[in-house]
């Protein structure tokens, strides 16, 4: 008999299982046989499989048949290997960095906060205990599915070479009074997906309904990871579980809590999570015992990227466009800016434009070289985040929220625009002229508000097309792209809908 199966997508193929999805199931010499020729077929073309889990089925048939789920991955080469974006968000000392040190080092925690400290960047981050500024972290997953991870004094470079699949943790932060960096990780490193995380003790606190709404309102895909579970007595936890399927049940949300407690739990959440925006997994995970840690690593190592190989195809085939969120200067390499290349492929030695200047010019440069995740690369494609080296460019030239595009590109820049809006709340009304900090991708600066058209003012929850002017410097943005606007306690998000633009040249001032 011939093997029955389907591909899920992500790697993931079941063996018993009809093209329309008919739960047949495979006798036991059937199962060998199939796994068997899986293998072969993967050998010649470099993979490895793992079983993920294997099942019995009912079928009209007296001797016992199972449906077998398996991992199929690619050992790497030449650095394609799979590479997802997940933005840590939460409240205050709710444990991201932490849960992120314990999954990137291999160690647990004391409980006094010993795995967080290689996180941080600043010395006042260490001696307060709290991220004010967005940090990476990466943990590697091989082709048979074990983690790579910073155990074993492995480098960065060690990692990237071993990983068949890479999670590039955005660590961002907690705090209220840092939120507007928090906003800019969101919005300008183009997260795949959020893990928002939150304290059993404390349950939905402080800025985790925030965090919450951002996610929703840029629609990024988000899962719960519950911490510190070994603080709390099991009551205690039931109820901040609760809490958290209530508030996701609840009309705002429309999502479908998925609480992960078995390995198989985890199998099925990211299948599910990958196909369905609306199930929402939770997780109940301790940094200190180690507790359910191993099914959030199966989870991650199961998620499928967002984009099929077609849409990447596609992004590919247009012009390099590379948005810039950090700009170093490196002694013996020069000026070094770090980013998401959004567009196109970028490769070692090319010639580029970047911009808009003050004046709304685009000035030339060259890609001297390129790293991601901290090793040497040759070409960077779209969707992939890495630094480009820029030789002796004056770094006083950059600044964030400028583009490294193509000179063939001829890039719309604006200092005023149009967008769709919806304002999520204001205290009274909001009215022309009044003052905001703006977010679209990886630009952030204070506009203002000039026209509403249709109306006088704006009050929570209206819809309305409105007009921006910046007020520092003109913006390169394109129609269509997701905006959100903050000022104190006043919110908006909305789209993009038309620029005025500006014409520009490129060259030097």
Same mark, same amino acid.
């Given at each position: ?24 199931? +495979? ?42 789920? /398996? ?26 960095? @932490?849960? +992120? ?46 983690? /790579? ?18 999670? =590039? ?7 209220? $009074? ?16 959020? !893990? ?19 996610? !929703? ?41 998925? !609480? ?53 195809? &596609? ?17 013996? /390499? ?12 970028? $490769? ?108 006088? &003012?704006?009050? @929570? ?16 943005? $394109? ?23 500006? =014409? ?6």
């Amino acid at each position: 008999m011939a093997a029955a199966g389907r591909s899920w997508g992500g790697g993931i193929y079941q063996i018993g299982v009809e093209d329309n999805g008919l739960l047949v199931g +495979l006798s036991e010499e059937e199962m060998k046989a199939s796994l068997h020729t899986l293998h072969r077929m993967a050998e010649k073309v470099g993979a490895d499989i793992t079983v993920l889990r294997e099942r019995e089925v009912d079928y009209d048939n007296d001797s016992p048949r199972k449906i077998t789920e /398996v991992l199929i991955r690619k050992v790497p080469d030449n650095q394609q290997f799979l590479d997802l974006r997940v933005a840590v968000l939460g409240n205050v000392d709710s444990g991201k960095s @932490t849960l +992120l040190g314990v999954l990137t080092q291999g160690e647990l925690d004391n409980g006094r906060g010993r795995a967080r400290l290689n996180l941080f960047r600043h010395l006042h981050e260490i001696q307060s205990g709290r991220t004010s500024s967005i940090s990476f972290e990466i943990l590697g997953f091989n082709s048979k599915g074990e983690v /790579v991870n910073y155990s074993e004094s492995r480098t960065a470079e060690q990692i990237c070479e071993s990983a068949s699949k890479m999670i =590039t943790f955005i660590d961002l932060a907690g705090h209220h $009074k840092y939120l507007k960096t928090t906003i800019f990780g969101l919005t300008s490193y183009c997260p795949d997906f959020a !893990m928002l995380v939150v304290s059993a003790n404390t349950g939905i606190a402080g800025t985790t309904r925030e965090h919450l709404g951002l996610a !929703m309102a840029l629609k990024v895909p988000f899962f719960l990871v519950v911490s510190k579970v070994d603080l709390c007595a099991p009551p205690t936890v039931d109820r901040t579980l609760r809490q958290l399927e209530r508030t996701l049940k609840q009309p705002g949300c429309n999502k479908v809590p998925f !609480m992960v407690r078995t390995e198989d739990d985890a199998v099925t959440a990211a299948q599910q999570f990958a196909q369905s925006p609306n199930i929402t997994p939770i997780f109940a995970i301790s940094s200190v015992t180690g507790e359910s840690l191993d099914l959030l690593k199966v989870f991650l190592n199961i998620l499928p990227p967002l984009t099929n190989c077609r849409e990447q195809e &596609e992004l590919m085939q247009q012009l390099p466009e590379f948005q810039v969120d950090e700009i170093y200067t490196v002694p013996e /390499v020069g000026t070094v800016v770090g980013g998401t290349l959004y567009s196109g492929v970028c $490769k070692e030695g090319e010639r580029l434009v970047v911009g808009p200047t003050d004046s709304g010019s685009f000035l030339p440069l060259k890609v001297c070289s390129i790293q991601r995740n901290r090793s040497a690369c040759r070409v960077l494609r779209a969707g992939q985040a890495a630094t480009l080296a820029l030789g002796a460019f004056d770094r006083s030239l950059l600044r964030k929220g400028m583009v490294l595009v193509s000179p063939e590109m001829m890039p719309t820049v604006c200092w005023v625009f149009e967008a769709e809006i919806v304002l999520l709340f204001h205290a009274t009304s909001c009215r022309r002229g009044v003052q905001v900090t703006v977010h679209v991708g990886n630009v952030r600066q204070t506009a203002i508000l000039e026209h509403i058209h249709g109306k006088d &003012e704006l009050r @929570t929850g209206e819809k309305a097309v409105v007009r921006f002017r910046f007020i520092k410097h003109p913006e390169y943005l $394109k129609p269509g792209t997701k905006l959100l606007f903050r000022e104190g306690v006043t919110k908006g998000i909305g789209h993009v809908c038309s620029l005025q633009a500006i =014409t520009t040249e490129s060259g030097h001032l």
